[in-house]
């Protein structure tokens, strides 16, 4: 059986940093990449002053230098933001507060906010009403 957002958000993973052998993807090999959680990554959403917006490139690197690394890696930090959104907008359907503010990262015409079940429009839409 899938696992539900909730339970992909509650997983009880802990930061790593690895050395990369080879380039991947904006990296090169010998940094030392981040792979976060997707709390942490909620933490970091929510420390967003209220009036700004980032994107996921920012967010990378801010992660990095608060766990000493060189870059945050991509591909999980995407998965993770995915996660988060899914999840704040089923809380957000059931009239509860979301888990982060996920529209202050995920820019509304990027490839992620077209995966999100709620597509761009509502991204768009909570920007400019929520930033």
Do not use: H
């Not at 996921?56 to 945050?72: F, G, N, Y």
């Not at 009239?95 to 995920?106: H, N, Q, T």
């Not at 820019?107 to 509502?122: D, V, Y």
């Amino acid at each position: 059986m899938a696992k539900t957002w909730q339970e992909k958000f509650e997983t009880k993973k802990v930061e790593q940093i690895k050395r990369l052998d080879t380039n991947f993807a904006d990296m090169k090999a010998g940094d030392l990449m981040l792979i976060s959680t997707p709390q942490k990554i909620a933490d970091y959403i929510k420390s967003i002053p209220e009036d700004e917006n980032r994107d996921l490139s920012q967010m990378r690197i801010d992660l990095a230098k608060q766990a000493k690394a060189d870059i945050t890696c991509p591909v999980t930090t995407g998965i993770f933001t995915r996660i988060i959104a899914e999840r704040s907008l089923e809380l957000m359907a059931e009239g509860k507060d979301p888990i982060a503010p996920f529209w202050k990262v995920i820019n509304p015409k990027s490839s992620l906010a077209k995966k999100l079940s709620c597509g761009p429009e509502l991204i768009e839409s909570l920007r400019e009403n929520k930033s």
